[in-house]
């Protein structure tokens, strides 16, 4: 058995996992998220990553994964982000699309500033 | 190389003071300090008060004497060089009735050393002066003539006014050596810049022993006494009207309650003997020390309203109650002016003129300047111009009406002025203009100032620094460490 | 000097200011919103982080993208926003409107008169001084916030190895900032026996790095006479003292709302929440100036903050239109297991929502309103902490006189 603090949601969740080889029973989740968020976390942790780029001109750029990325992933994505200038992109735009094949992309969140 | 009539060593209240004053004169001045600002040591942390004279004998102490002297100059000072002062008068208040024969003794001092209006007052009296005294207030007396000065403020403008007046000023010049040749003194710097004096003023603070011993002077020994202070908000109901003092113990004229010329409270400084020169740590004893005492002297005082806390230390020379400013007896080109803990703040304008006329002793013609005095271009201050003034003043300069520190209600284009005056450390524009000494303490402009600096010196970013070498804020850029 | 005139002024840009606006603007008021910075969103800006408007807009954004959402709403209501613009003074003239004085570089100083005026000024941190935190003067001291600004909004690292002073979500935050910037992060260090933090921060900011949570520790001393060497940390069961090596010190020890132009115009504070006594409509004990989101009291989400101004703004825009709010006659009033409720009168014979926070922590309590004792409302509530906010609606009947909320733990 092993206890887990749902991280979907503000709420913050308490739940108890339990894995009996494939089958995975969730209890304390206060919606289908949890179970969801639970079996992720066994199985394949992911995590949604925020970040920082240089933008041209000196500016910088506020990021995000538009899904949550698996865990072992992230430095690798971020020291290879973090060394680069970027050109200016719209918010909501696409940085880098399908990250090592994941299907997760790279999106701007907020204007170049 | 370049050769200076007279270096002054340390731009503190002292050193700045003396450079000011020789700057009247044709003379070749420089005015060098071990910090990256001036003010940086001793008297950053002073508590800013112009003292009333009745400390000291006037008949038996030079400290005194000048201390009188030096409270007379201020309202000329203030008038040329624009700084924090104000005139709101000083009481010493006896909290019990043992306290009452030193209370006396000290009045009659004041009264022998004619401090112009001293006043005895009964418990009545010192409410009307002061209502907000707590219950414990038995009697006391009154100096209309002592006040509270923003301390680092006039350093500042001492300087920049010396320099506008041809005194050159080097930052971040630690003397290591002083050798004599001939008619000259070269003094060099640790990092190797040399300048040559043929005489050489010792105002180093808390280092005017090493520099005395530099330069084959006397041999003495500087010991820090460390005060702590506690900064409150502008808006405590603790803040008086005028400068409270307890009756003096005898290492100390004791802790105050002082409503800064800057708009604050100040309560505070503790008196406690340290071994090292660079200690500036405040602790929580003294802490609650000072705000118990505090609280037993004026009404309103809270813990909730504290801003910062820092601490000081007075440059005490053992055996010698009084201030050393002599020419050496040992190095006929240095003259000392060491010791000079309280009140050399009050008596720096009158040490300025002293150590003047031991110069013209010494034989250095002393020729007033020709040309008319240049004045320092003025503060343009957002916080004390109305709207229609900062608005017309918007007209030539766009950023007068930028506000970057919203606390204190500091503008850009007072920034950039400071920055532009070559203080190009975080401690420097803060202390130059209030940014960032209020009640976020720099949390919300912080950011914004040091990039302002950025722009305005060409320092990159990740070498500013809070307060010179080893003091950097930040240590790179986003990227420069290894995500693991 | 410039003029500009307007039916519904609010000071602040934010998630608060922005909601307000839109509120007011969609009433067909003319609405100016001011901000001293040059874009929208105040503090959401550095929020680069997700995990907010799941309430507000159904979805979960960052910081950035919440402040944009909000931005547009305002400006498709027809809100006018002035950027750059900082607020010196908010003065009450004769007539009962106000004048606001406006200082920015692109247009000096302008006055602003408006009828009704929404201050959405936000908070500001508390710093080591207002904790009283000991020891050097170091560089490398920090708010969690001004951290995040150097290094969101400048691209600047403030240090290689950190401590982190209180695990409010800020500092939590700010931990996981530090680890995706290369930063080390020695410990979180709480003063309190509990995290201050949301559980869902505690664990994907401190757990998935493996950082150390110290509970009932505090920060004794700084150390470093230069730049920050070490801290002193004690332990607050055995007294215990030790020291961590790190270059800085991240202070995240709660949030003061940034009220000082609402102070200088004489209206009524409210001690428990550092904001002014407002009514069921955000109004201030002043008629016509209006208060919500952080500077009203601290939140804990900023969806909150947006629906309260929401109904602060609709509000400003009624009493711009009118010249009179129906009057709050019921006073409001809370049991010790509450620090404080919002708002502190209301107006009988209307809904009002509540907003609380608890001083207890438990599993589970009951939260019941009365109204002159007689029970109108109650809610059972969950995982009560003093870190979350609870929030109730009621019906207030005609003629109550006094609302009085309990919390009360159930076993």
């Known amino acids: 058995m092993k206890k887990m603090i749902c991280i979907t949601c503000p709420t913050g969740c308490e739940m108890e996992v339990l894995c009996d080889g494939n089958k995975i029973t969730v209890a304390g989740n206060r919606c289908p998220r949890g179970a969801a968020y639970a079996e992720s976390e066994i199985k394949d942790p992911r995590r949604t990553v925020t970040a920082v780029i240089h933008s041209a001109n ?48 790279l999106i701007a969140t907020g204007p170049a500033r | 190389m370049k050769q200076y009539d007279v270096v002054v060593i340390g731009a503190g209240a002292t050193g700045a003071s003396i450079a000011w004053r020789l700057s009247h004169y044709d003379l070749q001045v420089a005015l060098v300090d071990r910090c990256a600002d001036a003010s940086f040591g001793v008297s950053k942390a002073n508590s800013g008060i112009v003292h009333g004279g009745f400390h000291h004998s006037a008949d038996s102490t030079l400290k005194a004497k000048l201390e009188l002297e030096g409270n007379e100059m201020f309202d000329a000072l203030q008038k040329e060089l624009d700084f924090e002062f104000t005139r709101c008068g000083i009481l010493v208040v006896a909290y019990s009735d043992e306290e009452l024969p030193q209370l006396q003794k000290l009045y009659e001092r004041g009264v022998a050393n004619k401090v112009p209006g001293i006043e005895m007052c009964d418990r009545p009296r010192l409410l009307e002066l002061e209502p907000k005294l707590t219950d414990a207030a038995v009697a006391g007396f009154f100096v209309p003539r002592g006040g509270v000065i923003e301390p680092y403020g006039y350093v500042f403008s001492l300087v920049e006014s010396a320099e506008l007046n041809g005194v050159e000023f080097w930052r971040n010049f630690q003397v290591v050596s002083a050798e004599k040749e001939g008619d000259f003194r070269t003094l060099t710097a640790a990092d190797g810049r040399k300048v040559q004096a043929r005489f050489v003023v010792n105002a180093a ?79 929580q004893p003294e802490r609650e020390i000072i705000f118990e005492h505090s609280k037993k002297m004026v009404k309103g005082i809270c813990e909730r309203d504290l801003v910062a806390a820092f601490s000081g230390l007075r440059p005490v020379l053992p055996g010698n109650e009084d201030f050393f400013i002599a020419r050496s007896e040992k190095a006929s080109d240095l003259i000392q002016a ?64 930028r506000i970057i520190c919203r606390c204190e209600f500091i503008s850009e284009a007072e920034i950039v002025a400071a920055v532009r005056r070559g203080h190009v450390t975080l401690d420097g524009v803060k202390f130059r203009t209030r940014a960032g000494m209020g009640r976020c303490q720099g949390g919300f402009c912080a950011p914004k100032i040091m990039q302002i600096i950025s722009r305005e010196s060409g320092i990159p970013m990740e070498e500013l620094t809070k307060r010179g070498p080893g003091s950097e804020l930040l240590v790179g850029k986003l990227g420069s460490l290894e995500v693991k | 000097m410039k003029q500009i005139n307007c039916d519904v002024a609010v000071i602040g840009a934010g998630g608060a200011g922005l909601s307000a606006a839109a509120a007011a603007a969609a009433q067909g008021k003319k609405v100016a919103v001011i901000d001293r910075e040059e874009s929208c969103g105040g503090v959401l800006c550095q929020c680069i982080h997700n995990g907010f408007g799941l309430r507000y807009f159904n979805e979960e954004l960052t910081g950035p993208e919440y402040a944009l959402r909000m931005e547009r709403c305002a400006r498709e209501s027809g809100a006018e926003i002035l950027l750059g613009e900082t607020v010196g003074a908010v003065k009450r003239n004769s007539d009962s409107t106000f004048e ?80 995706w910037s290369g930063i080390e992060v020695a410990a979180v260090v709480e003063i309190l026996p509990e995290p201050s933090g949301l559980p869902r921060n505690i664990a994907q900011c401190l757990r998935d790095f493996d950082i150390p949570l110290l509970l009932s520790h505090r920060c004794a001393r700084i150390i470093g006479r230069n730049r920050v060497e070490a801290v002193e940390i004690e332990n607050l069961i055995t007294k215990e003292r030790f020291t961590y090596q790190c270059d800085t010190v991240l202070f995240s020890v709660g949030l003061i709302p940034e009220n000082e132009l609402l102070k200088s115009m004489g209206v009524a504070m409210n001690p428990a929440t550092g904001g002014p006594c407002v009514d069921g409509s955000c109004q201030c004990a002043l008629p016509g100036v209006f208060a919500a989101g952080n500077s009203l009291h601290v939140h804990d989400l900023v969806d909150f903050a947006s629906i309260e101004a929401r109904r602060a703004g609709m509000a400003a825009a009624e009493y711009a239109s009118s010249g009179k709010l129906p009057e709050a006659a019921a006073v409001v009033a809370c049991s010790k297991t509450l620090k404080y409720a919002i708002p502190n009168k209301c107006v009988p014979g209307t809904a009002c929502e509540f907003f609380f926070r608890p001083t207890v922590s438990c599993a589970k309590a009951k939260l ?5 004792g007689v029970g109108i409302a109650q809610k059972m509530c969950v995982s009560v902490r003093p870190a979350e906010m609870l929030a109730m609606k009621a019906e207030i009947p005609a003629n109550a006189a006094k609302v009085q909320f309990h919390l009360e733990e159930c076993k």
């Open chain 3, 368 to 372: 019941t309103a009365l109204a002159d």
């Open chain 2, 338 to 401: 060491a010791g000079i803990q309280s009140p050399g703040l009050t008596a720096s304008p009158a040490i300025g003129v002293y150590v003047k006329n031991i110069l013209a002793d010494c034989g250095i013609e002393l020729k007033e300047k020709s040309a008319p005095r240049k004045i320092l271009p003025p503060k343009n201050r957002a916080r004390e111009l109305t709207p229609e003034e900062l608005d017309k003043l918007h007209a030539d300069e766009k950023l007068a009406s």
């Open chain 3, 100 to 179: 606001a004085t406006l200082y920015s570089v692109a247009n000096g100083v302008s006055k602003l008169n408006t009828k009704a005026v929404v201050f959405a000024t936000g908070c500001r941190e508390r710093t080591r001084a207002n904790i009283a935190v000991p020891g050097d003067r170091s560089a490398g001291v920090y708010t969690a916030g001004s951290a995040q600004k150097l290094m969101n909004l400048t691209g600047m690292l403030p240090g290689r190895r950190a401590v982190i002073v209180g695990s409010g979500d800020i500092g939590l935050i700010m931990a996981r900032r530090c680890r």
């Open chain 2, 205 to 283: 603070g808390l280092y005017a022993d090493e520099v005395s011993r530099i330069c084959g002077g006397e041999e003495f020994e500087i010991r820090p006494r460390k005060g702590e202070e506690y900064l409150l908000d502008r808006t405590s109901p603790g803040r008086p009207s005028k400068v409270i003092f307890p009756v003096p113990t005898p290492c100390s004229k004791g802790m105050l309650v002082i409503p800064t010329a800057g708009g604050t409270t100040m309560i505070g400084p503790s008196a406690t003997m340290v071994d090292d020169k660079e200690e500036n740590s405040t602790t």
């Open chain 1, 58 to 105: 000196g500016k910088f750029q506020s990021v995000r994964t538009n899904k949550p990325l698996p865990r072992p992933l992230i430095p690798g994505l971020l020291n290879t982000i973090l060394q680069k200038v970027y050109p200016e992109f719209e918010p909501g735009a696409v940085i880098i699309s399908d990250i090592e094949g994941t299907g997760v992309d």
